[in-house]
């Protein structure tokens, strides 16, 4: 048995929608194309490399909507003056979705040598931040007389 249902969980969880899509999705993804690497490069940053081969900065169009990364691959027409005998060199068109956590931020992306970098880091704002609260005296209130005798 290779599948999962979670329809139960989701038909009694509420507000898990965001959970929801990103189990879908991943059930349906086709992970065989394109090929790719996650690496962490530091504390709070990471980069997504993508093999590429085939495709310049104008096919490539990478876009984040709602937490989720999307790198798109769409194939330039082919010159008509070649004759092609052999194909190895796979040039169709790629979708593929990334979910990102809170906070993380596309930093910048790089097309070198076949592969496409794209650099992400986590950007937590102060106001997410844990804060250290310094215990102080208060000032000792009056009591307050609630009924006299």
Known sequence: MNTLNLSPLFRTAIGFDRLARMVDSAA?????Y??????????????LTMAVAGFGPEDIEITVK????????RVGQESAQTELLYRGIAGRAFERRFVLADHIVVDGADLKNG?????????????????RIAIGAQPASEPKLVQAA
């Open 28 to 32: 349906a993804a086709d992970t065989s």
């Open 34 to 47: 394109p090929p790719y690497n996650i690496e962490k490069t530091g504390e709070e940053a990471y980069r």
């Open 66 to 73: 709602e937490n989720t990364l999307i790198i798109a691959g």
């Open 115 to 131: 592969l496409l970098h794209v650099g992400l880091k986590r950007v937590v704002p102060e106001e997410a931040k844990p804060r």
